[in-house]
């Protein structure tokens, strides 16, 4: 059974012949898609029915194999704006890890295996799939994962994300080791949340998120931080004061499975705005019991002290009577050692909040006030990104 391996010499033919796949061609330079290692992507018009659903079950829904779920949202470039009407073609190997054929399919099709189907977002921009978890290539390095085509409504051509992969897969982290994710629509890296005899994972998807050549363009205002659906990454920030104190802790790694807000204060802080925002957000904390982890993150650079630093949180921890909030810093944004770099904050930016589920960004503000409206939007995005799922046990990994 061929298998679909990405290698260069592909990559390279698919660059050349990329204008050249289907009749969805640009025909200008302002609508051109890049569609570099878009291995298929065209094949998703075979076969798709005219009138496609927000749900779809896959062939292998009722073959043997671990029943899987996969939920999610489609977003416009902001990471905010639901996006109906957008087509997700996918496909994927079976219980075997083969893209096994069935004789009554398109000879051109059959490259993709019986496995495959299409879901168009609903008005909300929601959408679901059902299918079992496929299985790794026999005998190989790649992790399982599901092939992901996007066709937009007002876009000509069709593109691919990033594949669904999945945080418990054995081969994944030697495989993130050797490859860097390139976040085509937000991670594709999947959090699997267990209920009764089913695997269920959240995937949302930002139209055009570092898709080369994509036509539509975001608002920009002030840059800091990294874009809505991409990984929170990893990182270790000094404890003063609160649940891990005097540790050195990463937010993400000890704490990664709950909704979690960082809030970065760099050199320009204003402390009278400061405790308002950590009052404002202690008080998230406690509506929100244990389901949600808050972090101050103060990284002015000038005049670091680490003791003094240290004194400074603790003592306003202590004038706030904060419970639950962990108050951390780091020497700087740009800081290698706590890799406080990888956040990419704008230390010039008077505050950078970054929400985050199971790792994944969700919301992002910059340099907003502690206001009733601004406290209302932050609480409506927890609320707006809580999911269906978000209570369910995960399932134990061996």
């Known amino acids: 059974m061929k298998k679909l391996i990405l290698c260069k010499t592909i990559l390279y033919l698919l660059l050349i012949s990329c204008n050249e796949q289907t009749n ?13 290692g878009c291995d298929g992507c065209e094949l998703m018009y075979i076969g798709m029915p ?7 079950t896959s062939s292998g829904w009722k073959e043997k194999g671990q029943k899987l779920i996969i939920t999610g949202t489609t977003f416009q470039l902001d990471g905010k704006t639901p996006a109906p009407n957008v087509v997700i073609y996918y496909w994927q190997t ?80 030697p495989h993130l080791k050797k490859y860097r994710q390139e976040n085509r629509g937000g991670s594709g890296i999947t959090r699997i949340l267990l209920k009764d005899s089913l695997q269920i994972a959240e995937h949302d998807i930002i139209l055009g998120l570092n898709i080369p050549n994509y036509p539509k363009k975001r608002t920009l205002g002030k840059q800091s931080g990294l874009n809505i659906g991409e990984d929170q990454p990893s990182f270790l920030p000094f404890h003063a004061f609160g649940p891990d104190k005097a540790t050195q802790v990463c937010p993400v790694c000890k704490y990664g499975r709950y909704h979690g807000i ?25 509506k929100r019991k244990n389901h949600l982890k808050v972090y101050f993150v103060y990284g002015n650079e000038n005049s670091y002290d680490k003791q003094k630093r240290q004194k400074q949180l603790e003592k306003l921890g202590i004038e706030l009577n904060i419970k639950n909030t962990a108050l951390t810093f780091v020497p700087s944004f740009s800081d290698q050692k706590t890799e406080a770099n990888l956040n990419k904050i ?53």
């Open 24 to 36: 969805h061609k640009p025909k200008n330079e302002s609508n051109k898609i890049v569609c570099n």
């Open 50 to 56: 005219k009138n496609i659903s927000s749900i779809d």
């Open 94 to 173: 079976d219980n075997n890890g083969y893209y096994s054929p069935k004789a009554e399919m398109d000879e051109k099709a059959k490259k993709h295996g019986h496995i495959r189907g299409w879901v168009k977002t609903d008005a909300n921009g929601k959408y679901t799939i059902k299918t079992i978890r496929p299985a790794p290539y026999p005998n190989d390095i790649l992790p399982a994962h599901i092939h992901l085509s996007i066709k937009e409504p007002d876009i000509e051509n069709e593109y691919h994300t990033d594949e669904i992969n999945f945080d418990d897969d054995k081969l994944l982290i």
């Open 262 to 286: 960082i809030y970065y204060v760099g050199n320009n802080p204003n402390w009278k705005e400061i405790k308002l925002w950590l009052t404002f957000l202690e008080t998230e904390t406690v």
């Open 346 to 398: 704008n230390p010039s930016a008077e505050n950078t909040f970054i929400i985050y589920k199971h790792r994944s960004i969700v919301g992002k503000y910059v340099d907003i006030k502690p206001t009733t409206q601004n406290f209302n939007s932050l609480s409506k995005t927890l609320d707006r990104t809580k999911g269906d799922y978000f209570d369910l046990p995960e399932p134990k990994h061996e």
